[in-house]
Every structure is written in structure tokens, then in C-alpha cells.
């Protein structure tokens, strides 16, 4: 069975420019989470999409945001990066009444 | 406020030498706590779930334990490959679903 897959694996961008990030769930699941990772610190929560709905957002701005599409797979988008922004994004997947998520192998931001 | 805090920060042992680890947590309710390895670079990996209080879980070389106020995920004679950083994880009750982390514990296990 395959697992939760990202894509790109690594991303370059330049200040100001806008990242389109992009995940897919393990078959089945209806709910993605984003985190975020910044080196040396702890996941922070992104968002949570359930069943194509935004169900919580955590503390960020609203240059983050994102969207679930109708098969589940899920988008994140920053605009007007910041070089704070560079982090590994990472995805996890879960059923929908379930509390076990699973993450993928995440997507390295670099603002530059 | 939900908090999870991880201890100790770093750990470095001796092939075969058995530690633990803790993770001590504050949530108004708990649904769920969970364990999570990640190797340098990678996404976490899914441990284990403990849901209440003296439930207990192992998997090969790890144990993981639950009382109400923290969690230790044991370790006997660890092996190199079990270096990695180890991140515990709570599940508020509530609407709010999103895990709350600890800044996790970085192992090294040296042969």
C-alpha cells in the first residue's frame, strides 16, 4: 500500500515569489494535515483539511493557505515568501475518525 | 493550552546500554498519545498509539508506556540504527484534531 506522497521533494524560491506544495493521502483517507518543520524546532500545525473542508488552521498568517480536492490530495500555498518560510513541509494523512496520522517524506522550502 | 515536553533533549548511549525516554504532557482531555521516529531530513514515522493510562506497546527493541500525566518509550540494548529522533505527540479531546508535538529527543546510539 503506498504511503502519504509529496511532491516536490525539494523547492527553491525567491523572496516574495508564491510555493505551491502538494500531497497525497494514503487510499482511504479523508483527512491531511500540513506542518510546518524549521530547523532545529518542532512541527508546528499548518492546517487540516477533512473531506474537502478546512477544519482548523493553526498560528500563521494568511499567506498560507490551501485546498482539498474532491479525490482528497491536498495543496499548500505561501505567498510572498519570506526567508523565515524555509522549513521542511510536511504531510500526514489519517482516516476520517481516526487519530493516527501518517506523514510523508515532506518537501524542503528554501527561501533564498 | 495543550503542552508536550520531551526530556532529555539528547542521549547518546552505548550499543546495548538500555535507557528511556519521557515525554510529560498537559491536555484538557487526551484521545490519543503518540510516538514518532524521524531520521534526519525525513518524515516522521508512525510508533505507536496509547489511549489511557497503564496501556502498554512494544515493537522490537522499543516499549512504550502511559500514565496520566506522561509517557516513557523504553529502549533496551539499542543498536546504531536505532539513532534517530524520537517525538512524542498528544490528541486533545475536542473538535480540534491536529496532534501537538514535543520538541523530541535526538538518540545516539554508538557502536
Known amino acids: 500500500e503506498a504511503g502519504v506522497t509529496q511532491s516536490p521533494t525539494h523547492l527553491i524560491k525567491t523572496r516574495g515569489q508564491q510555493a505551491t506544495l502538494r500531497c497525497s493521502p494514503i487510499s482511504g483517507h479523508t483527512s491531511v494535515y500540513w506542518y510546518q518543520q524549521a530547523l532545529g524546532l518542532g512541527l508546528q500545525f499548518l492546517l487540516w483539511?477533512?473531506?474537502?473542508?478546512?477544519?482548523n488552521r493553526g498560528n500563521f498568517p494568511p499567506r498560507f493557505s490551501g485546498r482539498q480536492f474532491p479525490n482528497y490530495s491536498s495543496e499548500l500555498n505561501v505567498n510572498a515568501l519570506e526567508l523565515e518560510d524555509s522549513a521542511l513541509y510536511l504531510c500526514?494523512?489519517?482516516?476520517?475518525?481516526?487519530?493516527?496520522?501518517?506523514f510523508g517524506q515532506g518537501t524542503r522550502l528554501t527561501v533564498v | 493550552e495543550d503542552q508536550v515536553t520531551q526530556s532529555p533533549e539528547a542521549l547518546r548511549l552505548q550499543e546495548g546500554e538500555s535507557s528511556s525516554l519521557n515525554c510529560s504532557y498537559t491536555v484538557s482531555g487526551l484521545r490519543g498519545l503518540f510516538w514518532y521516529r524521524q531520521d534526519p531530513g525525513k518524515g516522521p514515522e508512525f510508533l505507536f498509539t496509547l489511549y489511557s493510562a497503564g496501556e502498554e506497546k512494544e515493537k522490537e527493541r522499543l516499549k512504550a508506556t502511559l500514565t496520566k500525566k506522561e509517557s516513557f518509550l523504553h529502549i533496551t540494548a539499542p543498536k546504531p540504527e536505532d539513532s534517530a529522533t524520537y517525538l512524542c505527540?498528544?490528541?486533545?479531546?475536542?473538535?480540534?484534531?491536529?496532534?501537538?508535538f514535543g520538541s523530541g529527543t535526538q538518540l545516539t546510539v554508538l557502536p
Open positions: 483539511y477533512d473531506e474537502g473542508e478546512e477544519r
Open positions: 500526514a494523512s489519517s482516516l476520517h475518525r481516526a487519530t493516527e496520522a501518517f
Open positions: 505527540a498528544v490528541h486533545p479531546s475536542g473538535s480540534a484534531r491536529q496532534l501537538t
